[in-house]
């Protein structure tokens, strides 16, 4: 059945990188996000990617720091983040859906994993 799990936050300094991992079982045909919600703010899109045709799509603030990449012999979803600033500092959630619009709305996906914590020092 369908199942995401999260790995690879932790605490780093400013200017720094972190890779997350989002191991997706269970589905086909369908695009993988990486969404973010710190204390007291909106849960916010991150990147995306369709799993069959690899296109991409990012949020402004994160676009040129951050890479999103899949390897499908590892069903696995990842997020390179570069440059790392304190206003990243958020729990990051995995999420799919099956549909091919409305993407970058938290409303658009039915499945979510448990979230990582990213903390990044000043």
């Known amino acids: 059945q369908e199942q995401l799990v999260e790995s690879g936050g932790g605490l780093v300094q400013a200017g720094d990188s972190l890779r997350l991992s989002c191991a997706a079982s269970g589905f086909d045909r369908h695009t993988t996000a990486w969404f973010r919600q710190a204390p007291g703010k909106e849960r916010e899109f991150v990147a995306a990617i369709r799993w069959r045709t690899t296109n991409t799509y990012y949020a402004d603030s994160v676009r040129g720091r951050f890479t999103i990449s899949s390897d499908n012999t590892k069903n696995t979803v990842y997020l390179q983040m570069n440059n790392l600033k304190p206003e990243d500092t958020a729990v990051y959630f995995c999420?799919?859906?099956?549909?091919?619009?409305?993407?970058?709305?938290?409303?658009?996906?039915?499945?979510w994993g448990q979230g990582t914590q990213v903390t990044v020092s000043s």
């Open positions: 999420a799919v859906t099956g549909r091919g619009w409305s993407i970058r709305a938290a409303s658009a996906y039915d499945y």
